[in-house]
């Protein structure tokens, strides 16, 4: 049975830092383009960050650009979310994402993924 399962979500002060993690049972990471998605409270869930299965590299949602680092951890079977500089607007529920197969154009779509964990909650009071 696939099973991701995120932890390090908290409450942090403006500019502090958090690291997220999501690891995986029951599939290799390694094989899978893993991404994380965010959803705030009456708001819509969004892309934050995606890491590609083949070290073909990454993406990051405008928002988060030069402050969000998604990286794995083979060893693991993990992939991490390093916060840093958080903001207000950054508070939401983090979710990761796994798939196979995901296109260049569509890894900021919730549909283009397959598993997904049950998120962790990340506040960051204003």
């Known amino acids: 049975q696939v099973q991701l399962v995120e932890s390090g979500g908290g409450s942090m002060q403006p500019g502090g830092s958090l690291r997220l993690s999501c690891v995986g049972s029951?599939?290799?990471?390694?094989?899978?383009?893993v991404a994380w998605f965010r959803q705030a409270p009456g708001k819509a869930r969004e892309p934050v960050a995606c890491?590609?299965?083949?070290?073909?590299?990454?993406r990051y949602a405008d928002s988060v650009k030069g402050r969000f680092t998604i990286a794995r951890d083979p060893a693991k079977n993990m992939v991490v979310l390093q916060l840093n500089s958080l903001k207000p607007e950054d508070t939401a529920v983090y979710s990761c994402?796994?798939?196979?197969?995901?296109?260049?154009?569509?890894?900021?779509?919730?549909?283009?993924?397959?598993?997904w964990g049950q998120g962790t909650q990340v506040t960051v009071p204003s």
């Open positions: 029951g599939l290799n990471l390694r094989d899978y383009n």
């Open positions: 994402a796994a798939s196979l197969y995901v296109g260049s154009t569509s890894w900021f779509l919730s549909s283009a993924y397959d598993y």
């Open positions: 890491l590609w299965n083949n070290n073909s590299g990454t």
